[in-house]
């Protein structure tokens, strides 16, 4: 442990005691947080990790994980993520319960007040906090997400191979994930509640193609209110309601709205995610117009720098294209090995900054 980073236990925040000063917070449990506390605690710098309202991230919502490297039969998510926290507590790192409410960056060290009040100092942060995928919040969606219903294409399309499915969005997402479900799906029916999709040129002339060819039908001005199947059988149907002029669930009394009813393997939601980055709204690590971490990103050291120095970024809460398993633990490793740059400039009594970008030489 550096001088740096000697135990503050004794500072007080405002008369209310701080319970621990750590070198290095994560703020997360996900695939991110955790390769980045595997990264962290090999090179001493002591991580603590809070592990937020959905302890193991986004992977503990799927069942099967068919696409991490290292498993040729794939890996139930919650598995690989149970393995990783067993790897990265081996080495030291620490994982508590704790919803980070906010961050102070206005002195060093950093102050993190957690929901419960509880207040934590460190020398350096990483950010790994994730996204959110939006959900609809209509009855089967919660109980058969994961046994049929899904927010990831991606991920989840090919265990559905022959089925009719469903997608609901009219974004870029929702375009993208119906063409690539066009290589698995019987029909895949988009279903979008308006009359003309939200999606940029490229992805409503792919659809176009598709339609032409017979692999998507779209289902204009109609919104999906309920998925049918049970967690033995996964989804069997799903309820949608149309009116002509869009937005139907707002006009459901209304004669024009009809009832639908479709036989489906497969209810895929792809409305967008939101990142979680509101406890960073009082710091100055600039967000996207969307709420996503920006980093500095590109080639060379120091790519998950955020705009406060000494604070880092890594996976989903960041990276909002590519959103997999393995590019998140890639950027956890990478924020990891910054941040330890970060903590041995601080040490060392130099600026404060990462050091240069220099090529790694082993
Ligand atoms: C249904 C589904 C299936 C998927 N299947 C696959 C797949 O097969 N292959 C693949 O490569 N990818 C898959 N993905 C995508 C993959 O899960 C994500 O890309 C990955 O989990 C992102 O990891 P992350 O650590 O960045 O964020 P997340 O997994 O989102 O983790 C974020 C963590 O931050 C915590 N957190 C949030 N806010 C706070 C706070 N204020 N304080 C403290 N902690 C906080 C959360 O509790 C959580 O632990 C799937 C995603 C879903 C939703």
Redesign the pocket.
């Known amino acids: 442990m550096t001088e740096a980073t000697a135990d503050r236990t004794a500072l007080t925040d405002g008369g209310r005691d701080v319970v621990e000063h750590r070198q290095l917070v994560i703020?997360?449990?996900?695939?991110?947080?955790?390769s980045a506390a595997t990264y962290a605690a090999r090179s001493n710098n002591d991580p603590l990790l809070?592990?937020?309202?959905?302890?193991?991230?986004?992977?503990t919502?799927?069942s099967?994980?068919?696409?991490?490297p290292g498993f040729p039969e794939g890996i139930a998510?919650a598995e690989l993520i149970q393995e990783m926290k067993t790897q990265a507590t081996r080495f030291g790192a620490e994982v508590e319960h704790?919803?980070?409410?906010s961050v102070d960056d206005s002195g060093r060290p950093f102050r993190l007040t957690l929901t419960n009040g509880d207040v934590y100092t460190a020398d350096a942060v990483i950010v790994?906090?994730?996204?959110?995928?939006r959900t609809l919040g209509i009855p089967g969606e919660d109980e058969l997400?994961?046994q049929g219903v899904?927010?990831?294409a991606?991920?989840?399309g090919a265990f559905f191979r022959g089925e009719d499915m469903i997608v609901v969005g009219g974004g870029d997402a929702a375009a993208e994930e119906a063409s690539f479900l066009t290589k698995f799906a019987d029909t895949v029916y988009l279903v979008h509640r308006r009359d003309e999709l939200r999606a940029e040129d490229y992805w409503a002339d792919r659809i176009r193609e598709h339609v032409a060819d017979g692999d998507i039908e779209v289902l204009w001005n109609t919104e999906a209110v309920e998925v049918h199947g049970s967690p033995e059988e996964g989804v069997t149907g799903a309820s949608l309601v149309r009116h002509p002029e869009g937005h139907p669930t707002a006009k459901l009394d209304a004669d024009e709205t009809e009832q639908l009813e479709l036989d489906i393997g497969a209810f895929f939601i792809a409305i967008g995610h939101t990142p979680?980055t509101?406890?960073l709204a009082d710091t100055g690590v600039v967000c996207d117009d969307a709420g996503y971490v920006q980093t500095v990103g590109g080639a060379g050291g120091g790519q998950t720098k955020t705009d406060v120095t000494g604070v880092f970024g890594?996976?989903?809460?960041v990276?909002y294209h590519?959103?997999?398993?393995?590019?998140?633990a890639g950027?956890?490793s990478k924020a990891a090995i910054d941040a330890d740059e970060y903590l041995e400039s601080v040490a060392d009594g130099v600026t404060g900054e990462t050091a240069d970008a220099t090529p790694a030489d082993d």
């Not at 099967?64 to 991490?68: A, G, H, L, P, T």
């Open positions: 703020v997360g449990s996900g695939i991110a947080a955790l809070f592990e937020g309202d959905e302890p193991g991230g986004q992977l919502l799927t099967e994980v068919e696409n991490y998510g704790g919803i980070v409410e790994a906090s994730g996204a959110s995928a997400m994961g899904s927010t990831c991606t991920c989840d979680n509101s406890f890594a996976g989903d809460v990276d590519y959103q997999q398993a393995v590019t998140a950027m956890g």
